[in-house]
């Protein structure tokens, strides 16, 4: 059932949302179906072969059926490949796909059954009808059924594409023209924002709502469950698509370009298309899926062996603190995270209670005297780091990434947000307890803003060029950049 709530920046407009529940995106439903469907037909003719050929056939027949069979799923796969603008598959169209498999089956299934007669003979001929004839059946049926719960969960909000649209005039009317035609396959316009005003820029166009201004987009984005960000806007208007992606670059989203019919400059299979609808590349969402799964469980199995290994010296260390000088064990203070969203950090306290500052405005430098005794142990040594797991447990900060600076991030008059333009790209993914900038030598306050180019370069490096096997070796190098103590007060 779809819910509906009022809109925080255009107050009488109605921005209908879809219920935050466990969704499939078209592309996810596809493989899930096309892959249910080669598994049933798989499935079928390799339990026919073990039940019946394998007892009584010669091993180069058996070697035979198993080709055959392999032929089949294949062949199968590439005959009912969807069309570019079929986002379901057809299956959002009661029976039709169906009706395909079907008519197909009714094709091919004599063809195969003769071949195999005339090749293998009249009972070679039968265990193949006995093994084709119901996959075709399971395949069609299965169809069926995917028929008749597409419409259903569309409706219920388990699959589709939520979409959001920046930009306006004549470029966001086609583009939402095309958009309508692909309702009933999944895709919905949440909103759209304009900067223009009045007549240049109607309140509703093509049944969706104006919700705000460009400012708004990323307040709205991150209370709001979406897919995808489609820019209205021709190629040639590049100052302002990058005034657009400076708005989004802390969100992890991906953004689309969609120029008019009219302003495509580049051939067919340059684009990605939405149904009828060009899309060029712009921002792409770092960690998908089955990547994103796989970072998080990393984080998880291998955060929590190294704070059960860890356990005594945590204890030993918390107990030193509270030896050396008054105040709380632990410091927390409010860091920048994913998609620049404010969060706790854990901390050992290394500076004296009265004189913490939990802003991180005046840095701290060799010889502060803020630093306690212990303190300077702990972060020469990295060990005032360690309570940190707790976040990577639960789920604030990952072992690597970008370091998490305190919100609206400053050395005194120097705002790191002002020095570099790309500096909240940098929270596109979890913050890290390491991160490539450490293990290269740039740990330590930054003094000038060469130091925090060069930070944020190595993180956005980091972002684009992830991958298991990096942060296992950033992992192995963290210790001994540790150990060395490079630019650590």
Request: charged fraction near 20%.
């Amino acid at each position: 059932m779809r819910q509906t709530r009022r809109s925080d920046f255009s107050p009488g407009l109605e921005a209908v949302a879809l219920p935050a529940r466990l969704r499939l995106s078209p592309t996810m439903f596809q493989r899930l179906a096309r892959g249910g469907e080669l598994a049933l037909i798989a499935t079928w003719i390799g339990a026919t072969f073990l039940a019946v050929g394998l007892p009584h056939w010669p091993l180069w027949q058996g070697g035979l059926w198993l080709l055959g069979g392999a032929a089949v799923v294949f062949g199968w796969q590439a005959l009912t490949a969807p069309q570019g603008a079929q986002l379901l598959g057809g299956h959002d169209q009661r029976g039709q796909a169906a009706r395909h498999a079907l008519r197909l089956w009714l094709i091919i299934s004599p063809l195969l059954l003769g071949t195999v007669h005339a090749g293998l003979g009249h009972e070679a001929s039968l265990i193949a009808a006995a093994a084709l004839l119901p996959a075709a059946f399971l395949s069609v049926l299965w169809r069926r059924m995917l028929g008749a719960w597409v419409p259903r969960l569309i409706r219920q909000g388990r699959l589709g594409l939520r979409v959001v649209v920046a930009g306006g005039g004549r470029e966001a009317r086609e583009t939402l023209m095309q958009l309508a035609k692909l309702r009933r396959q999944g895709v919905h316009v949440l909103g759209l924002f304009d900067d223009r005003e009045h007549a240049r820029s109607p309140l509703v166009q093509e049944g969706v709502a104006k919700l705000g201004r460009i400012s708004d987009m990323p307040e709205f984005l991150r209370r709001t469950p979406f897919d995808l960000v489609i820019v209205t806007m021709p190629p040639s208007a590049e100052t302002r698509i990058g005034q657009i992606l400076s708005e989004l670059w802390a969100l992890p989203v991906d953004i689309r370009l969609a120029p008019v019919q009219s302003t495509l400059i580049y051939r067919p299979r340059t684009y990605r298309w939405l149904g009828g609808v060009a899309l060029l590349d712009l921002f792409e969402r770092p960690l998908r899926g089955a990547d994103a799964a796989l970072k998080r469980s990393f984080d998880l199995c291998i955060g929590a062996f190294i704070l059960m290994l860890l356990a005594p010296l945590l204890g030993l260390i918390a107990l030193a603190i509270r030896l050396d000088s008054p105040g709380p064990v632990f410091f927390r203070q409010a860091r920048e995270g994913y998609a620049s969203r404010p969060f706790r950090v854990w901390k050992f306290r290394t500076l004296h209670h009265a004189q913490s500052d939990p802003g991180a405005v005046v840095p701290v430098t060799a010889g502060d005297p803020r630093v306690t005794r212990l303190g300077r142990i702990l972060r020469k040594t990295s060990l005032d780091e360690l309570p940190q797991l707790f976040n990577v447990i639960e789920g604030s900060m990952s072992l690597v990434g970008p370091r998490p600076h305190a919100v609206g991030a400053r050395n005194r008059e120097m705002e790191f947000a002002a020095v570099v333009r790309s500096y909240a790209a940098r929270h596109r993914v979890k913050p890290g307890i390491t991160g490539l900038a450490q293990v290269q030598g740039l740990r330590g306050p930054v003094q000038t803003p060469d130091q925090i180019r060069l930070r944020v370069a190595l993180d956005l490096d980091y972002i684009d060029r992830w991958s298991l096997l990096l942060d296992l070796r950033i992992l192995a190098l963290t210790l001994p950049s540790v150990l060395r103590g490079e630019n650590a007060v």
